[in-house]
């Protein structure tokens, strides 16, 4: 089963943080909880013990301080994927550039928000620990002085989607390692939690679905994260239409779609009018794209949108699917619709790309037999991870990193200093001083689960360093 979809992101960063801009503190402690979301318990990833994780919701420029607790059995980092922390690839939060957080120790991050408005996630990038959870949003909201092109909506709801396995993290990371395919995944989570029982034969009993509450006649706005390890979500709410107007920190033209296919690692804003009569409930749907859907009908995720009036429960059929099960025109339409080509490239493609309008995003989909050209504008100096979103082949190792160098400038310079905090390993490892653990794992369990990781990370650091 090929994923459809190779994403890459581009996670790049800011910093020079201004003392006159606010600061924003978070204390989080990451460990592991107990949930069913598919009827079985398992551990599962939560961030203070909230499972999908807190929202962040911030204002540009200001800066923004999280003290991550690792509660875990193993090395984590957080990643804010999108957030343009220009300049500071230090709190990137990605092997490379940053050594992991040991179990039981925590570290700060400490970086600024800027250039960037909108709706983002962050999530910990190791170890397919992603397919656990760990992951929660970030919004970034714009300071009252800069405008916005739609009216303030009377809601802001975050909704995360993405397929899940019942299977957890490590015993997935063990499939990869023995060279096997994950399959088919159990189901689709919304929230965290499984569908709404819409068809007794596919939704056991027993299952907590998602609820979104709202009041007729108003405008909300949804922000949907595809969380996923590699599936490519179909994503719709029954008679509603969606009017897409940003995605992750860039505003687009408004545009109404009845469904749009949000692929791993997206994140979309829609305006969704309440202007239906409440008949019933609706359904929130999020079905698996560009595979056999008879095959897969079991892997939808159903939410429920129950208007403050609403007059009984939705049942039914699922609003349908766009019905071009193995033609990827219409997703690429839309993706183009959205401002990004088929066929093969050519150097004559450079000719036809999007430069005028093209969105800024952090994020990217490549159609099998077709390419996406990405334009990256080298302006923060550091090292910068790019890679594919899709959990599965980035842990078997899709990804890259840049080091993109200012002639004028060089380590602290245009380049951020690394922070006093730094944590250091594999080779550099003596330079660490021990933390005193907030657990109980010993310092030698760690020291050898992070030997695993760390050539790369001395490589480019020890680059940096000679910069
Ligand atoms: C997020 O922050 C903005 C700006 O401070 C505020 O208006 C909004 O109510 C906050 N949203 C939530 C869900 O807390
Ligand atoms: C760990 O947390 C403590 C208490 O909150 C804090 O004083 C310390 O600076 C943190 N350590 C790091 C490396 O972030
Ligand atoms: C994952 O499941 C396996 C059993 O299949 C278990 O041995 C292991 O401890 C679990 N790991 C976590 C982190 O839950
Ligand atoms: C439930 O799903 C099964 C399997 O896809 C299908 O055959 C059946 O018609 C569905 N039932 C209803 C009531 O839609
Ligand atoms: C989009 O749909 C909303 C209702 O859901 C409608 O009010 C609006 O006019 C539509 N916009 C466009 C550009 O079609
Ligand atoms: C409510 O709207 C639905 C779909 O738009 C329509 O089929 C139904 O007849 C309406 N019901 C009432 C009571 O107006
Ligand atoms: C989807 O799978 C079903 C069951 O295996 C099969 O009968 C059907 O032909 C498949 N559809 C396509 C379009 O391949
Ligand atoms: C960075 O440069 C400033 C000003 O030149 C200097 O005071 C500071 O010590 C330097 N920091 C590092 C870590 O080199």
Not at 83 to 95: A, E, F, M, P
Request: one cysteine or more; charged letters at 15%.
């Amino acid at each position: 089963m090929a994923p459809v979809a190779a994403l890459l992101a581009l996670a790049f960063l800011a910093g020079a943080a201004l003392a006159a801009d606010p600061y924003a503190f978070f204390d989080w402690d990451v460990s592991y909880i107990t949930a069913s979301p598919l009827g079985v318990p398992q551990k599962v990833i939560a961030i203070n013990k909230q499972f999908p994780g807190p929202v962040m919701n911030v204002t540009t420029n200001y800066n923004v301080v999280v003290n991550v607790l690792n509660s875990l059995d193993e090395p984590l980092l957080i990643t804010w994927d999108g957030i343009q922390q220009r300049k500071n690839c230090w709190q990137d939060g990605v092997l490379g550039t940053n050594c992991p957080i040991p179990p039981g120790w925590n570290w700060t991050y400490n970086f600024q928000v800027k250039d960037q408005i909108g709706s983002f996630f962050y999530f910990p990038p190791l170890s397919m620990q992603r397919a656990a959870g760990g992951f929660g949003g970030i919004t970034v909201n714009n300071r009252a002085v800069i405008s916005v092109p739609f009216d303030t909506p009377d809601g802001d709801i975050t909704l995360f989607i993405g397929d899940w396995y019942k299977k957890n993290h490590t015993d997935l990371r063990k499939m990869l390692d023995a060279g096997k395919e994950l399959g088919m995944p159990d189901g689709v989570l919304m929230n965290g939690k499984g569908p709404y029982k819409y068809n007794d034969s596919l939704v056991p009993d027993g299952i907590e679905y998602e609820t979104i509450k709202v009041e007729p006649g108003k405008t909300y706005r949804f922000r949907v994260h595809n969380v996923g390890v590699s599936t490519s979500l179909n994503f719709r709410i029954q008679n509603h239409n969606l009017a897409i107007v940003e995605t992750e920190g860039s505003y687009t033209m408004k545009q109404n779609f009845t469904n749009l296919d949000i692929h791993v690692g997206q994140s979309y804003s829609f305006l969704v009018t309440m202007d239906q009569n409440a008949s019933s409930d609706y359904y929130i749907v999020a079905s698996p794209r560009f595979v056999n859907e008879s095959v897969w009908a079991r892997v939808t995720g159903v939410a429920i949108l129950q208007y403050s009036n609403s007059k009984g429960k939705a049942s039914g059929p699922l609003p349908d699917p766009p019905n071009d099960e193995y033609d990827k025109t219409f997703s690429m339409n839309q993706a183009r619709s959205i401002r990004m080509d088929y066929g093969e490239w050519t150097e004559n493609s450079r000719g036809t790309y999007n430069k005028w309008d093209g969105v800024s995003r952090c994020t990217t989909q490549v159609f099998p037999g077709a390419w996406t050209a990405v334009m990256l504008s080298l302006d923060s100096p550091g090292v910068w991870n790019v890679r594919t979103e899709n959990l599965d082949t980035w842990y078997l190792g899709q990804e890259t990193y840049i080091r993109v160098v200012d002639p004028a400038g060089g380590y602290n310079v245009t380049e951020m200093v690394a922070p006093d905090n730094m944590l250091y390993c594999g080779l550099l490892k003596d330079k660490q001083k021990a933390q005193k653990p907030h657990g109980s794992s010993s310092s030698s369990t760690f020291a050898a689960k992070l030997n695993g990781y760390l050539v790369a990370v001395l490589v480019l650091l020890a680059l940096a360093f000679i910069q």
